[in-house]
């Protein structure tokens, strides 16, 4: 459900009618875009991008504004001229695990990592820029256990 706030404005204190500004608010905003890119990802919808993992041969797709948003080290990348409207982007030195995780910590704000994984995780996420997990990100949060 939305809200909407109005402004009455008369600039000068001109004669002319007052304009009214109206504050349209969508309240559930973030949660619902939250929810909305989960459901993209699930059902494999307007994937946009393709991951493949140099050392499997695995391809893995996503949305370019996802990982923009998300990493720093895919924004660039992805800003790039000439790259097309599908591009593929070779990863070495990632597992389809640890990028399994890293995506799920992009769409979903969270992921769950055993400790054995860890280590092994934030390296990727810093290889990667990943924002919130990444030590250079001004933005960057440590990860809670």
């Known amino acids: 459900m939305g809200s ?4 009455s404005t008369n600039p000068g204190g001109s004669l002319a009618p007052a304009e009214e500004e109206f ?3 969508w309240n559930d905003f973030r949660d619902s875009i939250a929810s909305s890119l989960l459901e993209l990802r699930r059902d494999k919808e307007l994937l946009d991008v393709s991951l493949l993992l140099s050392d499997s041969d695995t391809l893995v797709s996503a949305h370019r504004v996802v990982l923009s948003a998300c990493s720093s080290f895919f924004r660039s990348l992805l800003l790039k001229k000439g790259l097309g409207p ?3 982007i ?6 389809s695990e640890d990028l399994d995780s890293v995506l799920t910590f992009m769409y979903n ?3 769950k ?5 860890l280590n092994s ?11 919130g997990l990444c030590q250079g990100d001004k933005r960057s949060s440590a990860p809670n256990k």
């Open 86 to 88: 599908n591009p593929v």
């Open 121 to 131: 995780f934030l390296g990727v996420a810093e290889k990667l820029r990943v924002r």
């Open 113 to 117: 990592v055993k400790q054995e994984d």
């Open 90 to 95: 070779v990863l070495s030195d990632v597992s």
């Open 23 to 25: 504050c349209l608010r």
């Open 4 to 7: 909407i706030s109005g402004n």
């Open 109 to 111: 704000g969270e992921v």
